[in-house]
Nanobody
Framework: QVQLVESGGGLVQPGGSLRLACAASEWTLNYYAVSWWRQAPGKEREGVSC???????FYADSVKGRFTISRDVAKGTVFLKMSSLKPEDTAIYYCVADHFCSLTTMGTYWGQGTQVNVSS
């Protein structure tokens, strides 16, 4: 059973920053495409960013220029650095792994999610 674990969520003021991390419990993410999705209350899940196994990156228009996805190969971990956060970024953020990168099609392996609240 593949298990992904997200961390780094929390409460932050508008304009602030957070860094989310995603790791797999028993294997490495290095050979997978990893994406971040989010779901706000009452809304559908939205693809936010994705990084391929070759480190190509993709972003939703809503976060482009504010979020940065990256991979630490030594740690087998994928990060999402979120800056200039807005209240509308409030959501549960999920890490997703698969062999393809997509912000429109949900991948196979999901974490339990980490809550991000942007509020003053």
């Amino acid at each position: 059973q593949v298990q992904l674990v997200e961390s780094g969520g929390g409460l932050v003021q508008p304009g602030g920053s957070l860094r989310l991390a995603c790791a797999a419990s028993e294997w490495t993410l290095n050979y997978y495409a990893v994406s971040w999705w989010r779901q706000a209350p009452g809304k559908e899940r939205e693809g936010v960013s994705c990084i391929t196994s070759g480190d190509y990156t993709f972003y939703a228009d809503s976060v482009k220029g504010r979020f940065t996805i990256s991979r630490d190969v030594a740690k087998g971990t994928v990060f999402l650095k979120m800056s200039s956060l807005k209240p509308e970024d409030t959501a549960i953020y999920y890490c997703v792994a698969d062999h393809f990168c997509s912000l429109t099609t949900m991948g196979t392996y999901w974490g339990q999610g980490t809550q991000v609240n942007v509020s003053s």
